[in-house]
């Protein structure tokens, strides 16, 4: 009996508790208390969640997607791309093989907060006994832009180190659209991305809230009865023949991050294996209205990203 | 209790009250929990934390560990322990009843379409309902198993249906589900496929002991089924024309052994996602071990199974490092090499007696 109250007793410490301070909703309606200035945060999704932190300046303890000594598991270092001399030092540590996150890990690293996706509910109540997990709404439809990194200065109380890094960005904003050749404000973008497929760009990604802060109008594919893409975190499928119809005032192309190769020479390769001659059909390409970028580098809900898209615009603009 | 010849002149242990086992089941059974022991020891000692079995000992004497050792070893190894072992139990159980049911050797909740049923609607769930309560889930999964069930009983005529029958019906039904599965996974947003992919592929990862007390009830119902439809199934091992003959009720019966097998494999697939190809290997295995009937096959086919998913799960935590092996592949690796093995022994034994 003795030993049965011991193991019981073992069995509740176990559930570590954790200091709350405070009580805050997550985007699932989730009631969640969580430390008021938490810093010892795991992310669970390195590109939506883990760069926007560290763009605010706060250095994730555990990023998904990491091996133990920091390194990348996946093809993009999207700490190292993004965020370049302004990324984490020491990088995050992993947290168990992609697809198989270790809770062992995870626990060993103290994390005080774990901020996942919606697409993380499922796995909210058994990393709860570990650390208070925090879901952040990261999906096209859900958030826009850069708002996704805004929601997390909130949560994290780096309102102060956004608006810095938001006023910087949109004097940058200014400078940009002066060197345009024309007033963007008249004007539509569009934004592929291409994996085995052709996928038009969401509303949620810094290049996106770059481009609409420039003034451009996402060209609309409704009629074109295209899926509306709710729910994914980026992407909206089109097909070969709605693609080479496309004709927005500015055409952004870029090859997936699960590659490697994703300058412009590999973008136009990815190109020439999908849709077959579009240099010739697709008038944006034709007419010179066309901008490869890096999706590493510009696909975060970052500030950080929204900044690599006004540059990459601006070299484009001066060619 | 004491030593003696079965009818069929084979040594059994027989008590005073009549009961007898068969010594070559006796020593199999044990052969499986010393494995499933091993397994489970291997199972406790692994992972990321410095603690196993020796401290997991002392902590059943009273010793005192640290929150993480106690976390490593309470939280996490010892649920995925028990629920492994418990899900492969009820599938491996469900694949003899099945097999014994058709009367066919490939028979298995997956080739049935029952855990495809259980599958799909819990898809259904995910997809459009996402902000259902979790405890729906396995309601939901019992009623999509119970709902191929009785579409494969009212397509094959009732309870008069021959085995096989039952058995191409089943993977006739269990085609189309795998369509709508596929174009589910297809035409999902990418990041609810990866997920719905991942629990397809099985997992151990929502292991904990909320969940072991939800599939409890259903492991617990397996043990009256094996006494209670043991016997039967050793009847329909005879032929179906048999089992009528020496007063089995088959119309009746055979809807119930269905049944049964819906609310085990429902329950399993809940827990865990589905265990490919587990219910076809598990009786065979230890059909290898020691060929039995009825409630001794039953039995043995589900310490197989059980053995089976913690071996697995144990041996791909441990050597796997970062790859990450979903349990049902890991289940593949370490069962299909076994599986050939016995396969091939029988077909050498067979040939060497003729």
Known sequence: MKRMLLLLTALLASHAAVA???????DAGRTVEIPAAPERIVVLHEPLLGVPIADLGLAPVGSYGRSDDGGTQMSADFYQLVLRDRAPDPMPRGIGALGNMDLEKLRTLEPDLIVGTEHDLEKAEQLSSIAPVYLQNSSTGRVRGFNAE???????????AFAERKTGYLARVDEVRATLPGDPRQQSYLVIFLSDQINAVGEMAGMVQALEDLG?????????????GFGATLLVPLSAETFGRLDPDLLVVMNT???????EAAIRQSLDRIVPG????????REGRILFVDSATVTTPTVASALHMLDAIEAWAKQ | MKRALSSGGRKVLRWNSGLEIRLDTLWAALLLVAAGLGFSGLAINVGATRTGISDFIGLLSGATLNENQLFALLDVRLPRLVLGFMAGWCVAITGAMLQSLSQNPLADPGLLGLSQGAMVTILLLLVFAPAAPIGLVPVVAILGGLGVAVLLIWLTGGGHSDGLAILLMGIAVETVLSSITSIMILYLPPETSFAVSDWLAGSLFQASWGNIAALAPWVALSLPAIILLGRVLSCYDLGEETAMSLGEPVPRSKPVILFTSVLLTSAAVTAVGPLAFLGVMAPHLANALAPATGRA????????????????DALTRGFAGDIAIPIGLALTLLGVPLFVISMRLRAVLTLQRN
């Open chain 1, 150 to 160: 805004e929601a997390l200065a909130k949560l994290l109380g780096r309102e102060t």
């Open chain 1, 278 to 285: 579009w240099q010739h059909f697709l008038k944006p390409a």
């Open chain 1, 20 to 26: 709350a301070d405070r009580s805050v909703t997550d």
């Open chain 2, 297 to 312: 096959r039953l039995v043995l086919s589900g310490l197989t199974g059980g053995v089976l998913v913690v071996g697995a």
């Open chain 1, 257 to 263: 991050f699960g590659k490697q190769a994703r300058d």
């Open chain 1, 216 to 228: 451009y109008d996402r060209l609309s594919l409704e009629r074109d009865n295209t899926v509306a």
